[in-house]
């Protein structure tokens, strides 16, 4: 994940690659694709879970 969030905002590379970098956060979030990575997002920023 921390990979592919320093890679957004450059040409990326390998599977990472990109036409035109992205520095962008809302095309960032929408690209996620994947549900747990929303999870590992909201872990890493300390949000914790309702109770």
Do not use: H
């Not at 990979?3 to 992205?22: C, E, H, I, L, V």
């Not at 994947?34 to 997002?41: Q, V």
Request: proline share 2%; with cysteine.
């Amino acid at each position: 994940m921390v990979q592919w969030f320093a890679d957004n905002a450059t040409y990326g590379s390998g599977s990472y690659s990109r036409q035109k970098p992205n520095n962008s956060a809302k095309e960032c979030f929408n690209k996620l694709e994947n549900a747990a990575s929303l999870l590992w997002i909201a872990e890493a920023a300390g949000i914790e879970e309702r109770s």
